[in-house]
């Protein structure tokens, strides 16, 4: 039975390169290895060496040092500064025998050094260990190809899909007479879970809705665009602020979104009357900003909230009430916000937030831009690691 022929990393026979200015040697090598399956290439100088390889790559080099012309270590040299050849194992094979011709070989790029004479099944040995491990390295080469390939069409796709997602956000503030709006968002991944919308309701009445689902990345940003368009169409829907909401839990419910939930706010603001009616879903507390005594305070208290959106079919929510004097300000957001990090892992919380904020005097514009950059100036030094969205408004008179 012949034994099986060595293969290259294309499944091919091996090829090596053996490059000797002695014919004997050459003979006796090119012989031995044949007789083993390689497909043996003999060179007798170094410069014929690098025509050859150049001209058809081999494998695996095997290369003597003490050459005319163009000496072992030259050759190794040339090999190294060319792209498509430096990659190719090269095994020294010379008499030489000092330690400072073996560092030499090293030093250049010789990834094996076999001494004069020398037995077959010892070079074949060495032979085999390094074409092994070429082929490893070419298939780990083409890994890290295809994997660079996947990464930049999956940040392709990834960019896409934030751009959709932003689509789905109010591209302009309301136009509310006697009022200002402000919005921020700002995802920790290409895509995200939070969620913002502006929506007319009769009798020049506004919805401010905010939300924010469980998780980060793809699904959070999938459920994301679910709950925008199911909330939108509840609120347009149902006269019920309380009412819409409790069908957009059912609806959620409904589809399945597993082991997801969503806290979200809704605050309907009434021009006329300059009140705002709140049902809140699990959400973090709004907060009012008053501006006569310049001071925050929550908008809705724990008692008040339900449970987040998907927890439990059936639930009923329930509204609650509040004025908006003279230059007073609501503003919500998710938890983003507040559990920003320092660069000691402490939190912002609520407190953090009132303690910046409060004893100025602020526009609704002013108010949210103050907050971000709280936030910012907070967390400054570490990435951020959640989404964060901020709604507001306010009386400008």
Known sequence: MNPEKPKSSAGQVAS????DDTPANL??????????????????????ALLAARRDPPDLILLDINMPEMNGYEVCEHLKADDNLKGIPVIFISALTEPLDKVKAFAIGGVDYLTKPFQMEELHARVETHLKLRRLQIELEEYSRHLELARERLMLDLELARGVQRGFLPQRMPNVPGYEF???YESAHEVGGDYYDFIPLPRHRVAVLLGDVAGKGVVAALLMAKLSADARFCMLTEADPAFAITKLNSLMNESGIADRFVTLVAAILDPGTHTVTLVNAG?????????????????????????PIGVLNGFEYAPCQISLGPGDCFLAFTDGVTEAMDVNNVQLQTKGLYAAVQGEAYSPLALGERVVRVVKEFAAGRNQSDDIALVGFGRTG
């Open 16 to 19: 090596i390169l053996v490059v």
């Open 27 to 48: 003979q006796v090598l090119a012989g031995m290895l044949k007789e083993r399956g390689y497909k043996v290439r003999p060179a007798p100088s170094g410069k014929l």
């Open 182 to 184: 402000f919005a921020h």
């Open 283 to 307: 959400h973090p507390s709004p907060l009012i900003y008053h501006r006569a005594a310049r001071t925050l305070e929550a908008a809705i208290s724990n008692e008040r909230t339900g449970f």
